[in-house]
């Protein structure tokens, strides 16, 4: 009997003892640990990038809807920032160096030109909903330098280089798209266009201007 008794007695405190461990609110299960975890919203912390693409240029003239030239691929790379205003509006500067120019076919054979620029966006970024912003703003483009290319269709007939070191600038105008593929990893588009002509005020040449499609990644450090 009293074999039996302090048996029972011993299972009574390891059941206790067990359910005290089961049921203790310091140690939930570790499911109910990944339940109550939320996405952290990082939209008021400045942040600082990198971003690099693929650039797609031409030029257009804005008073003769029939001049046109052909397209060139170049690349842009760059810092980005990004700077919270109040939600859901940012500032986002950047710093890009950037390729543009265009062809077009002569009498004498195809001329192609191709233009070096250091590119400052001063942007507003929108966030419309978690995960894709739109941008738009205005960009300061300096001219650093400047290659001209002569083809008669056999041979290159002649080049010709400037290097103009950013003496001369101009304004341009920037709409563009930005999709978060993670937390860091953001994939952009942009269109950009030249506000002002790129020729002299004599009328010898067209009031050419530069419009750019611009596709990338930018990578942020926070």
């Known amino acids: 009997m009293k074999k039996t008794l302090f048996l029972a007695i011993s299972l009574f405190i390891a059941g206790s003892v067990s359910a005290q461990r089961y049921h203790n609110p310091r140690r ?8 109550e975890r939320r996405p952290v919203d990082d939209f008021y912390q ?3 990038g990198i971003t690099g693409g693929l650039n797609i240029s031409n030029t257009v003239d804005a008073y003769n809807s029939n001049f046109s030239t052909s ?5 842009h790379a760059g810092l980005t920032f990004e700077i919270p205003l109040v939600y ?3 500032f986002a500067p950047e710093i890009l160096y950037s390729q543009k120019g265009y062809k077009a076919e002569t ?15 001063l942007l507003a970024k929108l966030r419309v909903v978690r995960g894709f912003n739109i941008v738009a703003g205005p960009q300061l483009t300096f001219l650093t330098s400047t290659k001209n290319i002569y083809d008669d269709g056999f041979n290159t007939v002649y080049e010709e280089r400037y ?8 304004i341009a105008g920037v709409v563009g ?22 020729t002299p005020d004599d009328g010898s040449v067209p009031d050419y201007r ?8 930018g990578f942020r450090f926070q």
């Open 163 to 170: 290097n103009n070191r950013g003496d001369k600038s101009y």
């Open 107 to 121: 009498n004498y054979g195809q001329f192609k030109q191709r233009t070096n620029y250091i590119d400052i966006p």
């Open 210 to 217: 530069n419009q750019v499609f611009q596709v990338g990644l």
């Open 88 to 90: 859901p509006l940012s």
């Open 28 to 35: 939930p299960p570790h499911r109910m640990m990944r339940q």
């Open 71 to 75: 397209s060139i691929t170049g690349v």
């Open 46 to 48: 400045p942040k600082v």
């Open 177 to 198: 798209v930005g999709i978060d593929l993670n937390r860091n990893v953001e994939l952009r588009a942009r269109y950009n266009i030249d506000l002002q002509q790129n």
